[in-house]
């Protein structure tokens, strides 16, 4: 909570610095029945996150980001293999991972404060401390004077606001986004990006973030998982070794793009696996 962008630091090893890491993938394997078939939606996944890790995670359509993601988020249970979460196997969703979906899953009867009073609700928060911890995050995501407002009555990119508030004032250890500014238009996705990495540099954050976005995806992170489909597995992982805060001049400069085109480079031109080296 009191560090700042300034001082954040790149987490050094992707295998849990110092032991055990926050989030585990070992081998993680899914089917699914596909008429007579089986479909290998992902072939022995390994991926570990470390404590406040920001891991995005890119590659095609169906090359089973969103299933990697509903594993971890408790809402998909591996064929085999194991997914764990500080050290315990997922079973199912819980309170310390916030999940933010592409299609916002915003309750519509709900005013934006209603909504992101309903986990805090949930949790057992009593009325005065709800609204206190709404009002925060209210504010944080800038949606201050739409507070009383109903979805309906807000554009794409505010809905999207009022879910990751929603989702933050839980207080989850964990974020797990999938293609959250997918549908956004380019300056709202630049702004919503920034404002990510600045609440992720104020308040302890492991992010898994899922894009199709190459520059979104070397821009926020400090790690790029490269997937590639059919089967569904990881391709490549990209160290991103850019200072934060990501300001434009770190968007514009030549390190950036290097990063970019060598990340775009493996999302585009995979090879089956048969015909790997
Ligand atoms: N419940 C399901 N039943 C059958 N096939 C599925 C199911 N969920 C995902 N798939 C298939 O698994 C593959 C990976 O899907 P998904 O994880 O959504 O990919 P991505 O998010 O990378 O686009 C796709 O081909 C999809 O059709
Ligand atoms: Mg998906």
Known sequence: MTRTTQTRTTPAAT??????????????????????????????????????????????????????????????????????????????????RGVIFQQYALFPWLTVRKNIEFGLKVAGLGKAERREKAEHFIDLVGLGQFADALPKMLSGGMKQRCAIARAYAVDPSILLMDEPFGALDALTRVTLQEQLLDTWSREQRTVMFITHDVDEAVFLANRVVVMAARPGRIYDVVDVDLPYPRTEEVRLSPEFAALRNRVWRSVYHQTPAATRP
Do not use: W, Y
């Not at 110092?18 to 585990?24: F, H, L, P, Q, R």
């Not at 920001?54 to 359509?61: A, D, E, K, Q």
């Not at 990697?68 to 199912?92: K, Q």
């Open 15 to 96: 295998q849990g610095v110092g032991g055990t890491a926050k989030i585990s993938v070992q081998h993680v394997r899914k089917t699914f029945a596909l008429k007579n078939e089986e479909f290998v939606a992902l072939d022995d996944v390994s991926l570990d996150i470390a404590d406040n890790e920001f891991v995005t995670v890119v590659g095609p359509s169906g090359c089973g980001k969103s299933t990697l993601m509903n594993v971890l988020a408790g809402l998909e249970t591996p064929t085999s293999g194991h997914a764990r979460v500080d050290g315990a196997d997922v079973t199912g969703p819980g309170p310390e």
